[in-house]
């Protein structure tokens, strides 16, 4: 009733489940409903969405199967929430899109006005260095790094490092 946004149960009982699946996914869960009381046998899980009362749109992963009761077929059908998971995937999506296009608005202001000319607005000094300058400082970085990590990662490598700092070398 919850995921209907009844408030009770009952407030439910004269609909079909068929009223709150929305007007573009009816023909698909008419079609399966078909097949079902044709055939028998259950349907693998599909995404839906669902049209509460008050307009609220929910996501739900919803899987059905045939079950008999005093000799009449009926269709049992087991739904599961999964809005929140698709607002997830939809914020994840949106994120990443996002990115895409701030990037590619960079790599375009760059092109467009040179990037040489862009980088030195941006970020003074660094420009103006040249390119040897800019990868000896970058290999110098790497070797500090691996350097670091060597020693981090050895065994003794803690009372290396605190037997260099009392000697005034760290």
Not at 16 to 22: G, T
Not at 86 to 97: C, N, V
Not at 130 to 158: F, K
Request: charged share 35%.
């Amino acid at each position: 009733a919850t995921l209907l946004g009844a408030a009770d149960p009952q407030a439910l009982v004269d609909h079909s489940s068929l009223d709150f699946v929305a007007p573009e996914e009816r023909g698909l869960v008419e079609e399966r409903t078909r097949a079902l009381l044709e055939r028998g046998g259950s349907m693998p899980p599909v995404e839906l969405r669902l049209v509460r009362p008050d307009g609220e749109e929910r996501f739900v992963e919803a899987a059905a199967t045939r079950i008999d009761e005093a000799g009449e077929p009926r269709i049992l059908i087991v739904q599961r929430d999964v809005t929140e998971r698709k607002r997830a995937e939809a914020a994840r999506r949106d994120g990443s899109l996002f990115c895409l296009k701030l990037v590619e608005k960079i790599i375009v202001g760059l092109e467009e006005g040179g990037a040489r000319e862009k980088a030195s607005r941006g970020i003074g000094a660094v420009a103006q260095r040249d390119e040897a300058d800019i990868e000896q400082t970058a290999e110098r970085n790497v070797v500090s790094v691996r350097n670091y990590l060597r020693t981090v990662g050895s065994e003794d490598g803690a009372g290396r490092r605190a037997e260099r700092r009392r000697e005034g070398s760290v």
